[in-house]
Nanobody, 117 residues
């Protein structure tokens, strides 16, 4: 089992920045990749960014490319640096861990990001 706990979400003005953190614990050695997803009210959960643990390859949704950066550290924590925030970035942000390239196996509880115009 892998446990994930997100933090860092809050209210911020448009154009501002936030850094979300995801602390992983448990059988973290089994993780292949980590990712961030978000879900806005009335919408489906959508992919934001992912990082492959070995090698550090990253992938982003087109809507955040150039504004958001995903990173990791040796303690198996994952971060999402969000710059130039827009009101449409408002959502509940989830951290996820995948044991394979095709699965998302563990999820955190989410942290709320609200961007005011």
């Amino acid at each position: 089992q892998v446990q994930l706990v997100e933090s860092g979400g809050r209210l911020v003005q448009a154009g501002g920045s936030l850094r979300l953190s995801c602390a992983a614990s448990g059988r973290t050695f089994s993780m292949y990749r980590m990712g961030w997803f978000r879900q806005a009210p009335g919408k489906e959960r959508e992919f934001v960014a992912t990082i492959v643990w070995s090698g550090g390859s990253t992938y982003y949704a087109d809507s955040v490319k150039g504004r958001f950066t995903i990173s990791r550290d040796v303690a198996k924590n994952t971060y999402l640096q969000m710059n130039s925030l827009k009101p449409e970035d408002t959502a509940l942000y989830y951290c996820a861990a995948g044991l394979r390239s095709s699965t998302w196996d563990y999820w955190g509880q989410g942290t709320q990001v609200t961007v005011s115009s």
